[in-house]
């Protein structure tokens, strides 16, 4: 194969209450990507949207991955990518996990399978450092193999995929932009010990709850008394968009990601529907522009759409 094109989807990472732990992959939106091989060592980036972004490779989440890949190659291989972005950068909704997870997976195909699954997650986590300044996997990990994925560890590498049920995930994104590393800036690097207590208890909850189809126990565990708190000031609307979602019948939810992002899971559709209003309405009122989603877990991760 020369050529391959895939589909990356978007991700809600941290879930409420797992700060870089866990995460899930989005049936929409997604961003889709297209490589070919070179064969001189080199990434020459385009862009199909209206982002933006850099186009030289070290200041590129994508070209980084791909650059670091090269790094380990043996023959003089190199790769030309078209991004197109449908996830909007700063979103808190996975934009930069989806172009290095997807830059990392399509490169491997090409080069036929020659890194492993855990080495492919630790080229595209080059890519979070360049975005947020720090390695992290709870968004690449559920783009790369979808569901719902607990990052155990990352030195090594330990990733798990947590069965869930059908949830459906209601997303509204304020047009405000939050730069990550400036939202894990502003956090605390001390927690108080009953925090941390209350936390894990939620934590060990919330997978409980996913693997014994358990809403009540999902809905119960979706708190966060440690990274919430700070976060949420950089967020117009959200205490009053959080508690009006639960009264409207959402499981619970919190911060997508870094922010800005909020989403909320709920048990079906119609739910999910009632929910998406209810943001809808918030913000409306507040006076922010806003898009809403309102999805389901995405099963399959980075998906071959095409390849010759
Ligand atoms: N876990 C990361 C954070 C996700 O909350 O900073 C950011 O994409």
């Given at each position: 194969m020369n050529r391959i094109k895939v589909k990356c989807p978007g991700t809600v990472a941290n879930?409420?209450?797992?700060?870089?732990i866990l995460g899930l992959a989005l049936n929409e939106p997604s961003d889709i990507m297209e490589l070919r091989l070179l064969d001189k060592p080199e990434v020459i980036i385009h862009n199909r949207d209206n982002y933006n972004l850099p186009t030289e490779p070290e200041r590129n989440v994508a070209g980084v991955v791909l650059l670091s890949m090269i790094e380990k190659l043996e023959k003089p291989v190199g790769f030309d990518v078209t991004i197109e972005k449908h996830i909007k950068p700063g979103s808190g909704i996975g934009s930069s996990a989806a172009s290095a997870a997807g830059a990392a997976v399509a490169a491997n195909l090409l080069l036929?399978?020659?890194?492993s699954p855990d080495e492919v997650v630790q080229f595209a986590m080059n890519g979070e450092k360049l975005a947020s300044g720090v390695k992290h996997a709870d968004n690449i990990a559920p783009c790369i193999l979808g569901g719902i994925s607990l990052i155990?560890?990352?030195?090594p590498l330990d990733i798990v995929s947590i069965p869930s049920p059908d949830l459906f995930v209601t997303v509204v994104h304020p047009q405000i932009e939050v730069r990550t590393s400036d939202a894990r800036q502003i956090l605390k690097q001390q927690v108080l010990l009953k925090d941390a207590i209350r936390q894990w208890g939620n934590i060990a909850g919330l997978v409980t709850g996913f693997m014994k189809n358990d809403y009540d126990l999902i809905g119960r565990s979706?708190?966060?008394?440690?990274?919430e708190p700070v976060r949420s000031i950089l967020i117009p609307g959200f205490d009053e968009v959080k508690k009006q979602c639960k009264e409207a019948g959402a499981l619970g939810g919190g911060i997508s990601g870094s922010g800005p992002s909020v989403f909320m899971l709920s048990r079906n559709e119609k739910d999910a529907r009632v929910v998406e209003t209810v943001m809808k309405d918030v913000y409306t009122r507040i006076g922010i522009d806003f898009n809403t989603y309102v999805t389901t877990i995405n099963k399959k991760g980075v998906e071959v759409v095409s390849g010759e």
């Open positions: 879930l409420v209450c797992g700060f870089d036929g399978n020659l890194f155990r560890s990352i030195h979706l708190e966060d008394v440690i990274i």
